[in-house]
Protein backbone atom coordinates (compact mmCIF):
# COMPACT_ATOMS: atom_id res chain seq x y z
CA UNK A 1 0.00 0.00 0.00
CA UNK A 2 1.37 3.58 -0.69
CA UNK A 3 1.83 4.44 3.09
CA UNK A 4 3.74 1.31 3.43
CA UNK A 5 6.39 2.47 0.52
CA UNK A 6 9.78 4.07 1.55
CA UNK A 7 9.97 7.59 -0.22
CA UNK A 8 13.48 7.86 -1.48
CA UNK A 9 15.56 10.34 -0.31
CA UNK A 10 16.63 12.56 -2.97
CA UNK A 11 19.75 13.78 -1.71
CA UNK A 12 21.10 10.33 -1.32
CA UNK A 13 19.73 9.46 -4.67
CA UNK A 14 22.41 9.88 -7.25
CA UNK A 15 20.52 8.71 -10.26
CA UNK A 16 17.85 11.67 -9.75
CA UNK A 17 19.22 15.04 -10.28
CA UNK A 18 17.77 17.60 -7.87
CA UNK A 19 18.14 21.55 -9.10
CA UNK A 20 16.98 24.40 -6.92
CA UNK A 21 16.75 27.85 -7.45
CA UNK A 22 18.91 30.46 -5.58
CA UNK A 23 22.50 31.58 -6.64
CA UNK A 24 22.95 27.85 -7.90
CA UNK A 25 20.73 29.23 -11.25
CA UNK A 26 23.20 31.87 -12.85
CA UNK A 27 25.85 29.45 -12.88
CA UNK A 28 23.33 26.46 -14.50
CA UNK A 29 22.17 29.05 -16.70
CA UNK A 30 25.52 30.30 -18.12
CA UNK A 31 26.82 26.64 -18.72
CA UNK A 32 23.02 25.66 -20.26
CA UNK A 33 23.53 28.98 -22.58
CA UNK A 34 26.90 27.67 -23.97
CA UNK A 35 25.76 23.92 -24.77
CA UNK A 36 22.88 25.80 -26.36
CA UNK A 37 24.63 28.01 -28.07
CA UNK A 38 27.10 25.80 -29.35
CA UNK A 39 24.72 23.22 -30.83
CA UNK A 40 22.52 25.91 -31.83
CA UNK A 41 19.34 24.58 -30.88
CA UNK A 42 15.72 26.66 -31.48
CA UNK A 43 13.85 24.54 -28.91
CA UNK A 44 14.64 22.58 -25.84
CA UNK A 45 11.97 19.85 -26.46
CA UNK A 46 13.35 17.18 -28.62
CA UNK A 47 11.92 14.32 -30.83
CA UNK A 48 12.11 10.61 -29.40
CA UNK A 49 14.92 8.49 -31.03
CA UNK A 50 15.82 5.24 -30.41
CA UNK A 51 18.35 4.49 -27.54
CA UNK A 52 17.53 8.07 -26.23
CA UNK A 53 16.60 8.10 -22.67
CA UNK A 54 13.02 10.93 -22.37
CA UNK A 55 14.32 13.40 -20.10
CA UNK A 56 11.09 14.49 -17.91
CA UNK A 57 10.89 17.08 -15.31
CA UNK A 58 8.83 17.11 -11.91
CA UNK A 59 8.52 20.71 -10.16
CA UNK A 60 6.99 20.16 -6.81
CA UNK A 61 6.35 23.02 -4.27
CA UNK A 62 9.12 24.46 -2.33
CA UNK A 63 9.94 22.78 0.70
CA UNK A 64 7.51 20.05 -0.61
CA UNK A 65 9.36 16.86 -0.34
CA UNK A 66 8.37 15.16 3.23
CA UNK A 67 5.16 16.29 3.11
CA UNK A 68 4.31 12.76 3.34
CA UNK A 69 1.70 13.49 0.99
CA UNK A 70 0.93 14.84 -2.17
CA UNK A 71 4.81 15.52 -3.43
CA UNK A 72 6.02 12.44 -1.76
CA UNK A 73 3.41 10.65 -3.66
CA UNK A 74 4.39 12.39 -7.15
CA UNK A 75 8.30 11.61 -6.65
CA UNK A 76 8.22 8.00 -5.53
CA UNK A 77 5.81 7.71 -8.92
CA UNK A 78 9.05 9.79 -10.78
CA UNK A 79 11.22 7.20 -9.38
CA UNK A 80 9.16 3.98 -10.25
CA UNK A 81 8.89 5.94 -13.79
CA UNK A 82 12.95 5.98 -14.15
CA UNK A 83 13.16 2.27 -12.98
CA UNK A 84 10.59 0.95 -14.81
CA UNK A 85 10.99 3.18 -18.38
CA UNK A 86 14.61 4.13 -18.21
CA UNK A 87 13.92 7.75 -18.05
CA UNK A 88 16.62 10.18 -17.14
CA UNK A 89 14.13 11.71 -13.94
CA UNK A 90 14.74 15.08 -12.71
CA UNK A 91 13.40 16.87 -9.37
CA UNK A 92 12.62 20.44 -9.48
CA UNK A 93 12.37 22.40 -6.65
CA UNK A 94 12.14 25.92 -6.20
CA UNK A 95 13.56 27.60 -3.58
CA UNK A 96 10.21 29.68 -2.95
CA UNK A 97 7.60 30.58 -4.60
CA UNK A 98 8.68 34.57 -5.52
CA UNK A 99 9.83 34.37 -8.37
CA UNK A 100 8.25 31.03 -10.26
CA UNK A 101 8.58 32.10 -13.85
CA UNK A 102 12.09 32.84 -13.47
CA UNK A 103 12.94 29.31 -12.24
CA UNK A 104 10.45 27.47 -15.02
CA UNK A 105 12.39 29.24 -17.69
CA UNK A 106 15.77 28.04 -16.90
CA UNK A 107 14.72 24.56 -17.11
CA UNK A 108 12.63 25.23 -19.42
CA UNK A 109 15.71 25.80 -21.55
CA UNK A 110 17.07 22.68 -20.58
CA UNK A 111 15.79 20.85 -23.26
CA UNK A 112 13.19 18.59 -21.43
CA UNK A 113 10.99 15.88 -22.85
CA UNK A 114 8.10 17.27 -20.49
CA UNK A 115 7.54 18.96 -17.36
CA UNK A 116 5.11 17.52 -14.74
CA UNK A 117 4.17 20.31 -12.25
CA UNK A 118 2.43 19.06 -8.73
CA UNK A 119 -0.59 21.13 -8.30
CA UNK A 120 -1.42 24.39 -10.22
CA UNK A 121 0.36 26.87 -8.37
CA UNK A 122 2.58 27.08 -11.14
CA UNK A 123 -0.58 27.65 -13.49
CA UNK A 124 -0.16 31.38 -14.71
CA UNK A 125 3.79 30.90 -15.17
CA UNK A 126 3.38 27.84 -17.10
CA UNK A 127 1.13 29.35 -19.15
CA UNK A 128 3.69 31.94 -19.90
CA UNK A 129 6.87 29.94 -20.14
CA UNK A 130 4.54 27.47 -22.66
CA UNK A 131 4.03 30.65 -25.05
CA UNK A 132 7.74 31.17 -25.27
CA UNK A 133 8.19 27.11 -25.62
CA UNK A 134 5.59 25.78 -27.84
CA UNK A 135 7.03 22.73 -28.43
CA UNK A 136 7.68 21.61 -24.84
CA UNK A 137 4.87 19.64 -23.30
CA UNK A 138 3.05 20.64 -19.89
CA UNK A 139 1.46 18.72 -17.72
CA UNK A 140 -0.42 20.34 -14.39
CA UNK A 141 -1.94 18.15 -12.06
CA UNK A 142 -4.80 18.81 -10.50
CA UNK A 143 -6.06 20.91 -13.05
CA UNK A 144 -8.64 20.61 -15.87
CA UNK A 145 -6.49 22.73 -18.38
CA UNK A 146 -6.11 22.57 -22.41
CA UNK A 147 -4.49 25.22 -23.66
CA UNK A 148 -1.70 24.78 -26.75
CA UNK A 149 0.72 22.70 -25.06
CA UNK A 150 -0.21 22.60 -21.40
CA UNK A 151 -2.63 19.69 -20.33
CA UNK A 152 -4.48 19.37 -17.20
CA UNK A 153 -4.61 15.61 -15.34
CA UNK A 154 -7.43 16.32 -12.33
CA UNK A 155 -8.63 13.88 -10.16
CA UNK A 156 -12.67 12.79 -8.66
CA UNK A 157 -11.73 13.47 -5.26
CA UNK A 158 -15.06 13.53 -4.66
CA UNK A 159 -15.66 10.12 -5.06
CA UNK A 160 -13.78 8.65 -1.68
CA UNK A 161 -14.33 12.50 -0.04
CA UNK A 162 -18.05 10.89 -0.51
CA UNK A 163 -16.96 7.82 1.49
CA UNK A 164 -15.17 10.01 4.16
CA UNK A 165 -18.21 11.60 4.38
CA UNK A 166 -20.38 9.03 4.85
CA UNK A 167 -18.01 7.46 7.42
CA UNK A 168 -17.46 10.78 9.80
CA UNK A 169 -21.29 11.10 9.98
CA UNK A 170 -21.80 7.72 11.17
CA UNK A 171 -18.32 7.74 13.61
CA UNK A 172 -19.74 11.22 14.52
CA UNK A 173 -21.81 11.06 18.36
CA UNK A 174 -21.99 15.00 18.12
CA UNK A 175 -23.40 15.32 14.54
CA UNK A 176 -20.98 17.86 14.08
CA UNK A 177 -17.85 17.20 11.83
CA UNK A 178 -15.17 19.60 10.62
CA UNK A 179 -13.04 19.91 6.68
CA UNK A 180 -9.92 22.02 7.06
CA UNK A 181 -9.37 23.29 3.83
CA UNK A 182 -5.36 24.59 2.54
CA UNK A 183 -6.75 26.94 0.44
CA UNK A 184 -10.19 27.03 -1.52
CA UNK A 185 -9.64 26.32 -4.84
CA UNK A 186 -11.56 24.01 -7.53
CA UNK A 187 -9.63 20.94 -6.36
CA UNK A 188 -10.30 21.63 -2.79
CA UNK A 189 -13.77 22.33 -2.95
CA UNK A 190 -14.07 18.61 -4.73
CA UNK A 191 -13.21 17.28 -1.99
CA UNK A 192 -15.24 19.32 0.23
CA UNK A 193 -18.08 18.66 -2.16
CA UNK A 194 -17.74 15.20 -1.72
CA UNK A 195 -17.56 15.37 2.29
CA UNK A 196 -20.52 17.33 2.49
CA UNK A 197 -22.63 15.00 0.53
CA UNK A 198 -21.41 11.95 2.13
CA UNK A 199 -22.26 13.44 5.47
CA UNK A 200 -25.53 14.10 4.00
CA UNK A 201 -26.44 10.51 2.66
CA UNK A 202 -25.48 9.35 6.28
CA UNK A 203 -27.44 11.64 8.49
CA UNK A 204 -28.97 14.38 6.81
CA UNK A 205 -29.00 16.48 10.05
CA UNK A 206 -25.25 16.25 10.09
CA UNK A 207 -23.51 20.29 10.58
CA UNK A 208 -20.32 20.31 8.32
CA UNK A 209 -18.09 22.95 9.53
CA UNK A 210 -15.93 23.89 6.95
CA UNK A 211 -12.79 26.42 7.13
CA UNK A 212 -9.43 27.16 5.02
CA UNK A 213 -6.41 28.09 5.98
CA UNK A 214 -4.87 30.72 3.68
CA UNK A 215 -6.18 32.87 0.34
CA UNK A 216 -3.10 31.53 -1.24
CA UNK A 217 -0.91 28.47 -1.46
CA UNK A 218 0.95 28.56 1.77
CA UNK A 219 -2.10 26.88 3.46
CA UNK A 220 -0.72 23.86 2.21
CA UNK A 221 2.57 24.09 4.71
CA UNK A 222 1.22 25.53 7.52
CA UNK A 223 1.00 22.70 9.98
CA UNK A 224 0.88 24.43 13.22
CA UNK A 225 -1.72 26.92 12.31
CA UNK A 226 -3.47 23.91 11.33
CA UNK A 227 -3.06 22.12 14.25
CA UNK A 228 -4.87 25.21 16.53
CA UNK A 229 -7.57 25.53 14.21
CA UNK A 230 -8.33 21.94 14.74
CA UNK A 231 -7.89 22.21 18.42
CA UNK A 232 -10.80 24.90 18.32
CA UNK A 233 -12.60 23.01 16.02
CA UNK A 234 -12.79 20.17 18.43
CA UNK A 235 -13.28 22.31 21.24
CA UNK A 236 -16.41 23.40 19.69
CA UNK A 237 -18.00 20.18 19.14
CA UNK A 238 -16.34 18.38 15.92
CA UNK A 239 -15.34 15.21 16.43
CA UNK A 240 -14.11 14.27 13.42
CA UNK A 241 -11.94 16.37 11.35
CA UNK A 242 -11.34 15.95 6.99
CA UNK A 243 -8.63 17.97 6.48
CA UNK A 244 -7.46 18.58 2.49
CA UNK A 245 -4.81 20.95 3.06
CA UNK A 246 -1.25 19.16 2.50
CA UNK A 247 1.66 19.28 4.72
CA UNK A 248 -0.83 21.09 6.85
CA UNK A 249 -3.30 18.26 7.53
CA UNK A 250 -0.15 16.66 9.57
CA UNK A 251 -1.24 19.22 12.35
CA UNK A 252 -4.59 18.24 12.28
CA UNK A 253 -3.91 14.40 12.85
CA UNK A 254 -1.38 15.94 15.55
CA UNK A 255 -4.57 17.62 17.43
CA UNK A 256 -6.57 14.59 17.06
CA UNK A 257 -4.37 12.75 18.70
CA UNK A 258 -4.15 15.10 21.41
CA UNK A 259 -7.89 15.21 22.05
CA UNK A 260 -8.47 11.78 21.30
CA UNK A 261 -10.85 12.65 18.97
CA UNK A 262 -10.79 11.61 14.89
CA UNK A 263 -9.66 12.81 12.08
CA UNK A 264 -9.47 12.03 8.50
CA UNK A 265 -5.82 11.48 6.05
CA UNK A 266 -5.55 12.04 2.80
CA UNK A 267 -3.03 11.67 -0.20
CA UNK A 268 -0.73 8.87 1.46
CA UNK A 269 -1.82 6.49 3.95
CA UNK A 270 -1.38 8.23 7.24
CA UNK A 271 -2.91 5.95 9.52
CA UNK A 272 -0.31 5.12 11.72
CA UNK A 273 0.57 8.51 12.59
CA UNK A 274 -1.69 8.50 15.26
CA UNK A 275 -3.59 4.80 15.43
CA UNK A 276 -7.32 4.19 16.26
CA UNK A 277 -7.26 8.60 16.11
CA UNK A 278 -7.53 8.47 11.82
CA UNK A 279 -9.92 6.56 11.13
CA UNK A 280 -9.07 6.01 7.18
CA UNK A 281 -6.94 8.15 4.62
CA UNK A 282 -8.52 9.18 1.22
CA UNK A 283 -6.02 8.09 -0.67
CA UNK A 284 -5.11 9.96 -4.07
CA UNK A 285 -2.55 7.86 -5.86
CA UNK A 286 -0.62 10.79 -7.66
CA UNK A 287 2.36 8.22 -8.05
CA UNK A 288 -0.21 6.61 -10.38
CA UNK A 289 -0.41 9.66 -12.69
CA UNK A 290 2.79 10.37 -13.14
CA UNK A 291 3.95 7.06 -14.04
CA UNK A 292 1.00 7.08 -16.67
CA UNK A 293 2.16 10.26 -17.97
CA UNK A 294 5.80 9.23 -18.25
CA UNK A 295 4.43 6.01 -19.93
CA UNK A 296 2.07 7.21 -22.48
CA UNK A 297 5.09 9.60 -23.54
CA UNK A 298 7.58 6.86 -23.30
CA UNK A 299 5.44 4.86 -26.14
CA UNK A 300 5.53 7.14 -28.50
CA UNK A 301 2.37 8.93 -28.18
CA UNK A 302 1.19 12.37 -28.67
CA UNK A 303 0.88 14.44 -25.21
CA UNK A 304 -2.79 14.68 -26.05
CA UNK A 305 -3.48 10.87 -25.21
CA UNK A 306 -2.58 11.41 -21.82
CA UNK A 307 -5.23 10.49 -19.61
CA UNK A 308 -7.06 13.42 -18.22
CA UNK A 309 -9.21 12.46 -15.26
CA UNK A 310 -8.76 10.10 -12.66
CA UNK A 311 -10.90 7.93 -10.14
CA UNK A 312 -12.28 4.83 -8.21
CA UNK A 313 -12.51 3.14 -11.10
CA UNK A 314 -8.95 3.54 -12.35
CA UNK A 315 -7.40 2.49 -8.96
CA UNK A 316 -6.55 6.01 -8.09
CA UNK A 317 -9.14 6.84 -5.21
CA UNK A 318 -9.56 4.91 -2.72
CA UNK A 319 -9.36 4.51 1.24
CA UNK A 320 -7.30 2.28 3.56
CA UNK A 321 -8.28 -0.93 5.33
CA UNK A 322 -8.94 0.10 8.63
CA UNK A 323 -5.83 -1.07 9.43
CA UNK A 324 -5.77 0.82 13.14
CA UNK A 325 -9.49 1.73 13.35
CA UNK A 326 -11.21 -1.39 12.45
CA UNK A 327 -12.39 -1.60 16.68
CA UNK A 328 -13.60 2.12 16.17
CA UNK A 329 -15.56 1.98 12.96
CA UNK A 330 -16.78 -1.65 13.12
CA UNK A 331 -17.10 -4.28 10.41
CA UNK A 332 -20.65 -3.37 9.51
CA UNK A 333 -19.68 0.30 8.83
CA UNK A 334 -16.63 -1.05 6.68
CA UNK A 335 -18.98 -3.20 4.82
CA UNK A 336 -21.41 -0.19 4.03
CA UNK A 337 -18.70 1.54 2.94
CA UNK A 338 -17.79 -1.46 0.41
CA UNK A 339 -21.00 -1.20 -0.73
CA UNK A 340 -21.00 2.44 -1.56
CA UNK A 341 -17.33 2.10 -3.35
CA UNK A 342 -19.09 -0.25 -6.16
CA UNK A 343 -21.90 1.46 -6.41
CA UNK A 344 -19.80 4.69 -7.08
CA UNK A 345 -17.61 2.93 -9.52
CA UNK A 346 -20.69 1.04 -11.29
CA UNK A 347 -21.87 4.57 -11.80
CA UNK A 348 -24.98 4.33 -9.50
CA UNK A 349 -24.10 6.64 -6.88
CA UNK A 350 -22.93 10.02 -7.68
CA UNK A 351 -20.83 11.64 -5.53
CA UNK A 352 -21.15 15.53 -6.76
CA UNK A 353 -25.01 15.95 -6.71
CA UNK A 354 -26.36 15.95 -2.80
CA UNK A 355 -28.14 12.18 -2.93
CA UNK A 356 -31.15 11.19 -1.16
CA UNK A 357 -30.86 9.45 2.20
CA UNK A 358 -30.59 5.62 1.83
CA UNK A 359 -34.55 4.03 2.00
CA UNK A 360 -33.91 2.83 5.29
CA UNK A 361 -33.34 6.70 6.53
CA UNK A 362 -29.91 5.73 8.52
Known amino acids: ??????????????RTRRLRGGWRLALFALLVGLVLLTAGCGDPAQPTTPGRKLRIGLMITPKGLNDQGFNDLAYAGLKEAERKHGIEAILIEPATMRDPE???RFFAGQSFDAIIAVGVAFLEPIRTIASEHPQLPFFVIDSTI?????????????????????????VSRTGKIGFIGGVKIEVIERFALGYRNGAA????????????????????????????LALDLYKNGCDVIYAAAGASGLGVISAAAKTKLFAIGVDMNQDAMAPGHVLTS??????????DVVKTLKEGKDPGAVKRSYG?????????????????????????IGALKQQIISGALSTRAAPAPPADGR
Open 1 to 14: MPGDERIPDPRREP
Open 102 to 104: ASL
Open 146 to 170: DEGSIRGVAFREDEGSFLCGYLAAR
Open 201 to 228: YAASATEVVERYLANDFSGFNRPDEANA
Open 282 to 291: MLKRVDLVVE
Open 312 to 336: MADGAIDLTDFQFSQQVVGDELIAQ
